[in-house]
C-alpha cells in the first residue's frame, strides 16, 4: 500500500486540526471569523474520515 494514498487524508486533518486550534485560541480575531474557521477545520476532518472509511476501501477492492 502506498503512502501516497494516505497523503491527502494526513494533510486534510493536520490543516483540520489547525483550523480548530486557530478558531478556539485566535482572541484578536472576530467572532465570526474564529466560528468559521473551526466551521472549515471540522470540515477537513470529516473530509479526512469519509476518504479513509469509505474511498480507500473502495479503491483496495478495486485493485484485487
Do not use: D
Not at 9 to 24: A, D, E, N, Q, S
Not at 36 to 64: H, K, W
Request: aromatic share 10%; glycine share 8%.
Amino acid at each position: 500500500m502506498s503512502i501516497l494514498r494516505f497523503l491527502a487524508p494526513i494533510v486534510c486533518t493536520l490543516f483540520g486540526i489547525y483550523c480548530i486550534i486557530w478558531g478556539l485560541v485566535a482572541p484578536s480575531s472576530p467572532v465570526t471569523m474564529r466560528i468559521g474557521g473551526a466551521f472549515i477545520g471540522v470540515l477537513l476532518l470529516l473530509l479526512a474520515v469519509v476518504y479513509i472509511r469509505i474511498i480507500v476501501p473502495y479503491e483496495r477492492a478495486q485493485s484485487r
